[in-house]
Structures are given as C-alpha cells and as structure tokens.
C-alpha cells in the first residue's frame, strides 16, 4: 500500500474550516483515500473515504486532486471536540481490509 | 454505525502471566478482525489479521506464539497475551470488518485495553 505523508500537528480556532492535507504521491489506481481520526485514548473513528471524486458526509468533506497525489480532509466548522488525531490512509479495496497507520496529524482546536 | 466492544477495557497484571482480551463485533457479522498495538505518543501498528475459523496471519516482526489469536466466531476474537513483560504494556485496539454490505469497506473499532505488566 501506498506510504502517506501528514504534518504532524496544525491549529484551528473553534469554529473555523480545519484543512489538513495528506501526500500520498506513489497512490496508484485502484488505491482508495481513507480518513480516520483518534481522540485520546480511545479506538479510531471513520470519517470519510474516496477514490477520485470529492466525497462530503455529515462529519467532513475530502477533496482528492485530479491526479490523486494528495488529498485535504475538511471539517467544515471545527469544534473543542475535533481535537484528535487525524489519520490519512491509502490501502487497496479488498486487501482483507488492511489499515496500515501513519504517523497523523494532531489537530488542536483552540477557543 | 457498527459497533465493536473490547473486553477488559484496563488491564494489570504481573510479569509471566497471560491476559486475555476479547473483541466482540455487537450488531454484525465480522468476517475478518485486526489486532493493532499502540505505545505512548505513537500511531497504530497492525499486528495481525484474523479470519474466522482459520488461524491468524501475523504481520512481519509480531511473535505468534506470544500473541495467540483464537476467532472462533463470526462475532468474537481473542488475543492472549503469553508470558506478559513489562516491555507488553501497551494499548490493544481491535477492530472488525463486516460481512458484505455496504459496510464491507469500513473498519469498525473498538476500544482499546490498556495493557500494563508489573
């Protein structure tokens, strides 16, 4: 699978559009985009997945670029409780489902 | 969504023994579990894949015989810890795919024990 890339932390203030990028520059065709986040010491929450097409759901926008080297995650309007972090991951459909981690971004949203 | 329990949630115990931890998926059918281990201030490292009714596959590094994997149910996996050291405390996460569906491409977490060996 596909190695991916994340700055380790970055700020938002409540209420602003947390953006948090992720590099994943070796991704090949039928590589999906995955996004889960951890908050302190519990298991990591979905958020939102993708192939090529920007995808939105209730929790976050992600916005894939046209030659899928790199993705944003978006949370639209962030809150005390996005704080967490945020892991980007590029696995292949069907490859018994296999989650490797990166190393994430810590997001900290401040009041 | 899914949801997958994990049983205890902390754990001490003394140097030698074996901890058992359970991984249930509560409200479907988990054809395939992950066992993933977690130090301090570090991200998620896979430890194994388990399959149900076959025996688990071990990712590069991961001892077998120390970390035992039992899935013997569609909705239960176990990992015992064997012969617990101090260097063993870390945090287990479990998580659980579901059977076919529209679920079939998520990974459902649980968790997490807390592992401490004295």
């Known amino acids: 699978d596909a190695k991916t890339t994340q700055p380790p932390s970055m700020d938002c203030a409540e209420g602003r559009a947390a953006n948090l990028p992720c590099n994943h520059s070796?991704?090949?065709?039928?590589?999906?985009v995955y996004w889960y986040r951890q908050i302190h010491s519990q298991g990591p929450q979905y958020i939102i997945h993708?192939?090529?097409n920007n995808e939105t759901n209730e929790m976050a926008s992600l916005i894939i670029t046209e030659d899928r080297k790199s993705s944003t995650l978006i949370l639209p309007h962030a809150t005390l409780r996005d704080t967490a972090v945020y892991y980007c991951?590029?696995?292949?459909?069907?490859?018994?489902?296999?989650?490797?981690f990166g190393s994430g971004t810590k997001l900290n949203v401040k009041p | 969504g899914a949801v997958v329990s994990q049983h205890p949630s902390r754990v001490i115990c003394k140097s030698g023994t074996s901890v058992k931890i359970e991984c249930r998926s509560l409200?479907?059918?988990?054809?395939?579990m992950f066992w993933y281990r977690q130090f301090p201030k570090q991200s998620l490292m896979l430890m194994a894949t388990?399959?149900?009714?076959?025996?688990?596959?071990?990712e590069q590094g991961v001892e077998k015989d120390k970390f035992l994997i039992n899935h013997a149910s569609l909705t239960l996996s176990t990992l015992t810890v064997t012969s617990a050291h101090p260097e063993d405390s870390s945090f287990y996460i479990c998580?659980?795919?579901?059977?076919?569906?529209?679920?079939?491409?998520?990974?459902?977490f649980g968790p997490g024990t807390r592992l401490t060996v004295l």
């Open positions: 070796t991704i090949s065709g039928n590589e999906y």
């Open positions: 998580s659980a795919t579901q059977f076919g569906g529209a679920g079939y491409n998520e990974q459902f």
């Open positions: 409200d479907f059918q988990a054809t395939t």
């Open positions: 991951i590029v696995r292949l459909l069907y490859n018994f489902n296999k989650f490797y």
């Open positions: 388990s399959n149900e009714g076959s025996k688990a596959t071990y």
């Open positions: 993708g192939l090529k």
